[in-house]
């Protein structure tokens, strides 16, 4: 490493949908230049990069793992991404470490759901894109069918850079469309007829070439060969490339290829903010100041925590102190390490473009930037599919809270919420595979049995008319007694008006103070004069009523969009207390609000759905089924549609699984709080008669 130039590293991520065979390609590539001396396989849980038990029980990839290696002098870091949407947040990280993704199609299967994903992620991350073409060997393969539909979904920058001679058992090889033989016997697509759109892409990376290329000098094949992964950087160009893996058929070729085609650090530079605010470019220099990142986390059960840094600029040492983006005290790291998949290697040092991990580094976290410079934050995908998780064993509370939190450090799509109002731990992931493959790592990695059911929806109380009541708590127990009168009005209180502007002299003639609590939306208004309910019992009354407002009144949810003005009460010199006027307050707002014509308030979601054109009618008729709208319709590409419409949460809770049988797994959605509304009749007795069975229920 220490001989290595950032002109010779190529760092590239192997993206594309779940069964396309970019594992088993890293582990064919991994073989091939003798990084590993063993054959390795995913079917029999000998790969690579599936180390872990949960990748090895499904046979299928669930984190991005690192590897390393060498071909034609440049020093290669490529990156396995999972296949499957699920665990995208894994993908979107490893493109913000690379300079190019390359997308895997799986030549029988075609362009699948994550295919137009990762190929999308890869686009809004502003690296170079490839498409390899992997499983060539199998049957019932149209080649050019499917060279046209990559062209369609991805653009005309898609040309092949080699095309194979047979496909099936006839597969024999590949040949080159950069540089094509006299012969072609056999191939499926004439080389030749490529070559004249391929060397259009490539010269138009550089205005000379092209310019000596339309007055009818053809570039030499030094100058394609340097302008291949320009072109790349630029995206005037996305190389096809042709292999099978299994057959060990195009892996050279495909090497030689990556070789040229993927660019080096020095031609994808990144943009970072300095500390002046102006934004600049990294030239990723070895020597210049240091920009790096921790682009992902792994909590590993022997070493701990692993923090995966990119360098951009600059160089890091072992041993030194770095400073860290929006944190006082520089970090000192202690060892840098060369990671191969699971297995780490101590370095001293590495520079721009090398990607290195340091261990047990708590102040680290994915995200976190060293030097003085910012960089785009990285975004993910906001997680929708939440579950209310307890653990099995009583006693196993403090467990459940930490287990939890070391998978929020290591997947951004995970989150963990304490819900205040239904008192849940709720987890959330991106659909219900996601949580299921969390699930087991906790139960194997810290012995944590974790017991799942839908999260309760989080429903709140309000009133829809004006009404007046009072509350006499009066209680004689020998001895000082307990006495407490308080009178109110109540009022619904619009979200769309200022407090101020509400609580004017004109609407309360006998204000003396308000309040506002603007979390529940609830106005308290003190217009007590004489002397009738003193001074020093008013607090104890707007403790009655945050408390009631807490506790709920025809349901036990929070109550909302209320105000009340507090106009008369009485008092006993001796019997009155505070915890007697509370009671009072806290009766008082009961009875009134029941009068008020209560109702419960439902939240109600924006949804964005995102799927093939001939569904979007599916859509929409499941929509209105589930008390939704749909409100609009964007287009998303070829053969695409987003259906935007918002819904009850209620109606929405387990939309993943819907989605996926509507779509057979090609759609995608979103979803955010817009507001409450208040809930049809018939479905608001259900929903209290259900939390008084269940009130019933606690109590016994």
Not at 153 to 163: A, H, P, R, S, T
Not at 431 to 459: A, G, M, N, W
Not at 523 to 530: A, K
Not at 661 to 678: D, K
Request: negative net charge; proline residues 7%.
């Amino acid at each position: 490493m220490q001989s290595l130039s950032v002109e010779n590293i190529r760092t590239l991520a192997l993206c594309g949908h779940g069964s396309s065979g970019k594992t088993t390609l890293v582990d064919k590539i991994l073989h091939l230049t003798g990084e590993v001396t063993r054959p390795a396989s995913v079917d029999d849980g000998t790969s690579v990069c599936d180390f872990d038990e949960e990748e090895k029980a499904h046979k299928y990839t669930i984190e991005a793992k690192i590897t390393h290696f060498l071909h034609d002098g440049k020093y290669f870091q490529l990156l396995d991404t999972p296949g499957y949407p699920d665990f995208i947040g894994q993908t979107i990280s490893a493109l913000s470490a690379v300079e190019a993704a390359a997308i895997v199609i799986n030549a029988q299967a075609g362009i699948e759901v994550n295919t137009r994903r990762v190929f999308q992620e890869a686009q809004k991350a502003g690296v170079g894109r490839l498409v390899i073409i992997t499983k060539l060997d199998q049957e019932n393969i149209n080649f050019p069918q499917l060279i046209a539909r990559i062209r369609e979904f991805f653009g005309n920058e898609c040309v092949l850079l080699n095309v194979p001679v047979g496909l099936g058992a006839e597969l024999r090889g590949v040949v080159s469309t950069l540089e094509p033989p006299t012969e072609t016997t056999g191939a499926v697509i004439d080389p030749r007829e490529i070559h004249e759109s391929l060397v259009e892409s490539i010269v138009e990376a550089d205005d000379a070439v092209m310019e000596r290329y339309l007055e009818g000098q053809p570039p030499t094949p030094e100058e394609m060969s340097r302008l291949l992964s320009t072109a790349v950087a630029r995206g005037t160009l996305i190389p096809i490339l042709c292999v099978s893996a299994k057959m060990g058929i195009g892996l050279k070729e495909l090497l030689d290829a990556l070789a040229m085609a993927v660019p080096s650090p020095k031609q994808l530079p990144r943009k970072a903010i300095a500390t002046e605010g102006n934004e600049e470019e990294l030239p990723a220099d070895p020597a210049g100041p240091l920009v790096a990142r921790v682009f992902k986390t792994r909590i590993d059960p022997f070493v701990q925590k692993i923090s995966y840094i990119r360098i951009y600029n600059g160089s890091l040492r072992s041993g030194e102190s770095v400073s860290v983006v929006g944190q006082r005290k520089a970090v000192k790291l202690a060892q840098l390490y060369r990671v191969q998949a699971n297995e780490m290697e101590p370095v001293d040092s590495a520079m721009a473009g090398q990607i290195v991990a340091v261990t047990k580094l708590e102040e680290l976290e994915t995200g976190s930037t060293f030097g003085e410079y910012t960089l785009p934050p990285l975004v993910f995908p906001t997680p929708m599919v939440g579950l209310a998780a307890s653990p099995k064993s009583r006693g196993d509370e403090a467990k459940l809270s930490s287990s939890l939190a070391k998978v929020c450090q290591e997947d951004p799509t995970f989150r963990l919420d304490r819900d205040p109002q239904t008192k849940e731990t709720v987890i959330t992931g991106m659909s219900e595979l996601h949580l299921q493959i969390i699930l087991e790592r906790l139960k194997r990695r810290d012995k944590l049995e974790i017991v799942t059911k839908e999260p309760k929806i989080p429903y709140r109380e309000t009133i829809q008319a004006k009404a007046e009541g009072s509350y006499r708590h009066k209680k004689q127990t020998g001895g000082r007694g307990q006495f407490g009168e308080v009178h109110i009005r109540m009022w619904p209180l619009p979200r769309d008006i200022k407090p101020e502007e509400y609580a004017t002299k004109e609407r309360f003639p006998e204000m003396k103070e308000w309040h506002y609590d603007p979390e529940s939306n609830f106005l308290w208004v003190d217009s007590i004069v004489g002397g009738v309910i003193p001074s020093n019992f008013m607090p104890a009354v707007e403790k009655g009523f945050r408390e009631r407002i807490e506790k709920g009144v025809i349901a036990g949810y929070p109550v909302q969009d209320v105000c009340v003005e507090v106009f008369y009460g009485k008092h006993h010199p001796v019997d009155s207390s505070e915890q007697a006027f509370k009671i009072a307050a806290s009766m008082a707002f009961r009875n009134v609000f029941q009068q008020a014509r209560p109702a419960i308030l439902e939240p109600i979601v924006r949804l964005e759905v995102t799927v093939p054109t001939e569904k979007v009618g599916d859509i929409n008729s499941d929509i209105s089924s589930r008390r939704g709208r749909p409100i609009g319709l964007n287009s998303a590409g070829p053969g695409m549609q987003t259906v935007i419409a918002e819904a009850p949460l209620a109606e929405v809770m387990s939309y993943a699984r819907v989605l996926s049988s509507i779509t057979g797994g090609q759609g995608s959605y979103t979803m955010e709080f817009v507001r409450y509304e208040i809930v049809p009749p018939h479905i608001q007795e259900e929903i209290i008669r259900k939390a008084k069975l269940e009130e019933e229920e606690e109590k016994e």
